[in-house]
């Protein structure tokens, strides 16, 4: 099925079961601890042997050697496989690190051995035994600051430039002219990279931790020089990814190489450490700012300047890409500096470019807001647009930013706000309100499912798309709940195996929109299907109540095939017209409340609420379940999330969660959120957006920006720590 033109009425949007807040149908499975994860699935192979991984430890240069004599005499070894046993694997265009093979280093903790024994201890102790010999390559930088003063004569290419920035910014009667930075961040998943990975005649199996199965199989076919029919990967559950597990990790490959050496099944899970190291983490920003505008508050120059770390061949973390679409301004000026550096990996991370681009943005609008001594919430509602500021011939499809901004603004008493910073207090605590905007994309990728009527009149519905905690399996069996007419406890959902038809997976907030697509358009197929056999016109069937309705008669699912179980399969596809008449997105709007110790600057958030535009909701539990969860990121990205860079050897020293300290729900008394009421007929047929990714966008900001009401205190370097507030805190009496 192509999608080639705005949705219009159609079988979806009963609103029966679609649409409806729903429990979760994985619930139980999680709740009782039965969901089968990759590193527990103890029963998909037999002789499971462990594999542990050693990492480099220098961040750039060569292997001089090896010895593993030591580790391959441990008790319980049954093979040493280290990087120098084999070429460089070639990888996929979605990685930017290479994963395993050869002398060359890139990064610490690249993968460069593993060990597997028969147990996890064992291989562990005797990882520990192995000694390499390096050639470090002094020449390696790892400061950004560093670096961007040593380039910032470069000649750059603008992303954006419309308009005269500078003479606009020369001219403009109020200016800013601010630098933010924001550090790199780590995932922190609760559930680590994990694989188990097992050979048959000439064939990978690998059961895995994966975001995007379709990728990864392709990822895997390239490394080992396989068909990609002779690759499958399997990922029904996956515990928390946020864009860690989007690619081909070191995990896969490890369990691979291993598995193929010893001729068993081999487990490997990459260590807290190498998650931080080797896996991925949001790159490092470092971005200037400057706004213009009139006397009245409209914005009439805007440029932003980001720069940020990336090994090379990568893009790093592009801080001005929600500037170029989200506030009005005639003349603009947007550039993304990427600076090869050689820290590990920077990679997508949820809301890559809009989280960290939105804590400094952000910011920015609260301050022009006090400059102009303009009510931060009005200032916003005042340079709102319609059309892409890029483009003024293209408009939004949908776009309720200002009523994000009116309604937040009224639920949370945003008129009790202090007016002047630090006038709030209650016993020893400074109290402040702070807002801020929320922009993220609305992308889709084409998505595929299959579905079957089975003769009890039950559903049965198998797509490659994954659940990383966000609701997939609910909210594709209310799909084709809603599109055949049954209940919800009559649809089974197979999710994450590569055998069924691919699908969007779980990333760039394309997840939900995309697949539920897919699976409209299967079930869409299954109903013409059901039309043939009753020689009917499809536009004439209605489905409901286990029964097919046509004219005069009804006819039980449980009669339709004749005893036979009916498959359908399809796919959707998006056709340009999205993109080229169009510019779709999500909006939203934070609004926070904190409290600042007067004596220490200790931070405590004390209420959040976000109010999201995001077309139809599919279920308004799991949905907000994604956004209070992306919320708790932000106030971690805002207050404690530092990935602390060791600039003399290129790695992150806080690569535990016992120092890269992350938030919880517990930790903030009360979070609200509310869906506007909307469908947007460009995105999909079922009219839906994500949200998941909406979520953390300018929640940061949000929490920085109350900071400042309570204290008075502008913080422009992320994280917002006591040790930046104390010197501008009340003296204590």
Not at 251 to 259: G, K, N, Q
Not at 383 to 407: A, G, K, Y
Not at 446 to 451: P, Y
Not at 691 to 700: A, D, Q, Y
Request: a negative charge.
């Amino acid at each position: 099925m192509r999608f080639d033109k705005p949705a219009g009425d159609n079988a979806a949007d009963r609103g029966t079961v679609l649409g409806r807040p729903l429990p979760r149908i994985d619930g139980p499975l999680k709740t009782t601890g039965t969901a089968p994860y990759a590193y527990e699935r103890h029963d998909v192979a037999s002789g499971q042997l462990v594999g542990y991984p050693v990492g480099a430890a220098i961040a750039k240069g060569r292997i001089r050697s090896m010895d593993t004599r030591a580790a391959e005499a441990a008790p319980g070894v049954v093979a040493v496989i280290t990087t120098l046993d084999m070429d460089r694997l070639p990888k996929a265009r979605m990685n930017v690190a290479y994963l395993f093979g050869g002398r060359d280093i890139q990064h610490y903790h690249q993968a460069i051995a593993v060990v597997v024994a028969d147990t996890f201890e064992r291989a562990r102790a005797a990882a520990a035994l192995i000694r390499t010999d390096y050639d470090e390559d002094k020449s390696a930088s790892f400061d950004l600051a560093e670096q961007r003063r040593a380039h910032q004569d470069d000649e750059v290419e603008p992303m954006a430039r419309v308009g005269d920035f500078e003479r606009a910014f020369a001219e403009a009667p109020v200016k800013l002219d601010q630098t933010y930075t924001t550090p790199g961040q780590s995932h922190a998943q609760m559930e680590p990279h994990a694989s188990i990975a097992e050979w048959k005649d000439g064939a990978l199996t690998l059961w895995s931790a994966n975001q995007m199965i379709e990728w990864s199989k392709q990822a895997l076919a390239k490394a080992f020089d396989l068909p990609a029919e002779k690759v499958r990967l399997d990922s029904p559950y996956i515990g928390g990814g946020f864009g860690a597990k989007l690619f081909l990790r070191a995990d896969a490959v490890l369990a691979a190489v291993a598995a193929r050496e010893t001729g068993r099944p081999v487990k490997v899970a990459l260590p807290r450490p190498l998650i931080a190291n080797n896996a991925t983490h949001r790159g490092l920003t470092i971005q200037r700012i400057r706004i213009g505008t009139d006397r009245d508050g409209r914005i009439t120059a805007i440029g932003h300047d980001n720069t940020s770390n990336t090994l090379p061949g990568g893009d790093g973390e592009n801080g001005a890409a929600p500037t170029r679409h989200f506030y009005a301004g005639a003349n603009r000026l947007l550039v993304h500096r990427p600076l090869e550096m050689h820290l590990p990996e920077s990679n997508a991370m949820r809301a890559p470019g809009e989280t960290a681009g939105l804590m400094a943005l952000e910011v920015a609008m609260d301050e022009m807001a006090g400059k102009l001594d303009m009510d931060p919430v009005a200032f916003r509602v005042l340079n709102d647009t319609q059309v892409d500021p890029d483009n003024p011939e293209r408009p939004f499809s949908e776009r309720h930013f200002v009523e994000c901004l009116e309604r937040g603004a009224e639920r949370f008493g945003w008129n009790e706000r202090n007016r002047e910073p630090g006038a709030r207090r209650e016993g020893q605590w400074l109290i402040g309100h702070g807002v801020a905007g929320a922009y993220r994309g609305a992308p889709v990728q084409a998505s595929g499912a299959r579905v079957r009527l089975k003769p009890d009149g039950t559903v049965r519905v198998d797509t490659d798309m994954t659940d990383i905690g966000t609701g997939s399996y609910t909210i594709i069996a209310q799909t084709a709940a809603e599109m055949l007419g049954v209940p919800l406890d009559a649809v089974d959902v197979g999710l994450g195996d590569s055998d069924a038809p691919a699908s969007a997976g779980s990333g760039g907030q394309w997840g939900a929109a995309s697949s539920t697509a897919g699976v409209y358009a299967a079930c869409v197929a299954l109903r013409n299907t059901i039309a043939e056999r009753l020689d009917a016109d499809p536009e004439d069937l209605s489905f409901a109540d286990g029964q097919v309705r046509h004219g005069d008669q009804r006819t039980p699912l449980t009669e339709v095939g004749g005893g036979e179980e009916l498959v359908a399969e399809d796919k959707i596809e998006f056709g340009d017209f999205r993109s080229k008449e169009y510019l779709l997105a999500t909006f939203g709007a934070h609004f926070v409340e904190v409290g600042v110790h007067a004596a220490t600057g200790e931070i405590r958030v004390r209420r959040m609420l976000a109010v999201c535009d995001a077309g139809r909701i599919l279920n308004p539990v799991t949905a907000r379940s994604q956004v209070i969860g992306a919320m708790t990121m932000g106030v971690g990205a805002a207050l404690m999330e530092e990935l602390a860079v060791d600039t003399r050897y290129g790695f992150f020293a806080n690569h535990d969660l016992a120092g890269y300290e992350v938030p919880v729900h517990a930790d903030i008394p009360e979070q609200e959120v509310i869906f506007l009421e909307g469908e947007d007929p460009y995105s999909t047929p079922l009219k839906a957006k994500g949200v998941g990714e909406l979520g953390i966008c300018g929640v940061s900001a949000a929490v920085a920006n109350a900071v400042h009401n309570a204290t008075g205190v502008r913080v422009c370097d992320y994280p917002v720590t006591l040790d930046k507030l104390l010197d501008g805190l009340p003296e204590v009496v």
